[in-house]
Each structure stands twice: as structure tokens, then as C-alpha cells.
């Protein structure tokens, strides 16, 4: 079955980066669209950035400027490099996919990994 496995997670502090990876198997990558999503403690999953299968990205406000999602279609890998973090992005990180179009709505997405969460220190 498809599967898409998350990582690159951890405890970072105010200010630090991280680079969160997606590995997809089992999925027609390169036709379909990729998003990364995330939980806070307490809080709905809310849309962070998607990339559609021809490289076109949507980076949701409140991560703009710190945020750059990219995929690499000979390694059928997403990526989502985080810059600047600060204490409200910690979170589950949830890599997902879609077909045919990115979308920012989690409904639309088909496939989903466990995430990898991210703690940032004040």
C-alpha cells in the first residue's frame, strides 16, 4: 500500500531550523501533489505549504518567508526546509498527498503519514 513516512523532527530552539523530509512509496509521485499540515497540542490540523507535481508551491501566512517546500521526483521525496522557528510551530508535521491539484484543505488529501513532531524551545 502507499506509503508516505515523515522525518527530520525534533527539539530546536527559538530561532533554529530544520528540515523535514517525506519519503513516498507505492504512488505515482510525480503526477500528484504534495502538503505538509500540522497539529499543535490542543488544535485543529492546519494547512503549512503544498507543491504541485509540476513545482508550483502555496505557503500557508502564517509561515511565509520562513518556510520553502521542494520535491524531488527522482527520489519521490518532499521536503520542507523551516527557518526561524519560533514556539508556535511546534506540532506534528504531517506529509500528504493529492491528486490532480495542491489544495490547502486536508479533506482533499488522499494519503497521509504518521507525522514527526517538532518541539521548538523558547
Known amino acids: 500500500q502507499v506509503q508516505l513516512v515523515e522525518s527530520g523532527g525534533g527539539l530546536v530552539q527559538a530561532g533554529g531550523s530544520l528540515r523535514l523530509s517525506c519519503a513516498a512509496s507505492r504512488l505515482a509521485f510525480s503526477n500528484r501533489a504534495m502538503g505538509w499540515f500540522r497539529q499543535a497540542p490542543g488544535k485543529e490540523r492546519e494547512f503549512v505549504a503544498a507543491?504541485?507535481?509540476?513545482?508550483?508551491?502555496f505557503v500557508a501566512d502564517s509561515v511565509k518567508g520562513r518556510c520553502t517546500i521542494s520535491r524531488d521526483n527522482a527520489k519521490n521525496t518532499v521536503s520542507l526546509q523551516m527557518n526561524s522557528l519560533k514556539p508556535e510551530d511546534t506540532a506534528v508535521y504531517y506529509c500528504?498527498?493529492?491528486?490532480?491539484?495542491?489544495?490547502?484543505?486536508?479533506?482533499?488529501?488522499?494519503?497521509w503519514g504518521q507525522g514527526t513532531r517538532l518541539t521548538v524551545s523558547s
Open positions: 500528504a498527498s493529492t491528486y490532480p491539484s495542491a489544495s490547502y484543505i486536508s479533506h482533499d488529501y488522499d494519503y
Open positions: 507543491i504541485s507535481w509540476s513545482g508550483n508551491t
